[in-house]
């Protein structure tokens, strides 16, 4: 049922690079898979304003990248716990629109002490990942979706 009514959401994440966007294509596809008016009206917008992993995951790769062109160490849980905690914390604030994610670019910046023309490689990187990320983010709204539908309507 899932992969019968993905393509229309996954070609809008991806050509659009938003969430938002997403957000009735995303309804209609919930709706065709059997999920509620309302439950689909409801849960679609809150996902797609908490539910971002593809944008955590993408943080915490622009982490990485920037500790390893800067020699920084990794290696340790006194790293890992600061990078796992502002891939969360970029998840919240990042926008659900095209290029949403340059708070997220600067909060990695200030956070770990980058300097500011690392801003410029993570701009990159974050055009070549914006368009996976918003997809992942997007079809992750359409699973929750499905998966609370079947606590809430037994089906």
């Not at 659009?16 to 059997?34: D, E, F, L, W, Y």
């Not at 920084?72 to 905690?85: C, E, K, V, Y």
């Not at 410029?120 to 997007?138: E, R």
Request: hydrophobic share 55%; with cysteine.
């Amino acid at each position: 049922m899932f992969w019968k009514n993905a393509a229309e959401p996954s070609i809008t994440a991806l050509a659009t690079c938003s969430s938002a966007a997403c957000i009735p294509v995303n309804i209609k596809a919930a709706k065709n898979m059997g999920v509620s008016d309302t439950l689909a009206n409801i849960i679609m917008p809150l996902g797609v304003n908490i539910h971002k992993d593809g944008s955590v995951i993408g943080g915490i790769y622009k982490i990485m990248f920037l500790f390893a062109i800067f020699g920084r160490d990794i290696n340790t849980i006194s790293s890992l716990f600061p990078i796992l905690g502002a891939g969360l914390l970029i998840g919240a604030v990042v926008g659900a629109v095209p290029g949403g994610g340059a708070i997220g670019e600067m909060l990695i910046l200030s956070i770990f002490g980058f300097p500011q023309e690392a801003l410029a490689i993570m701009l990159v990187i974050a055009t070549i990942i914006d368009a996976p990320a918003t997809l992942l983010n997007s079809s992750g709204n359409t699973v929750c979706t499905m998966i609370i539908s079947k606590f809430i309507d037994k089906k």
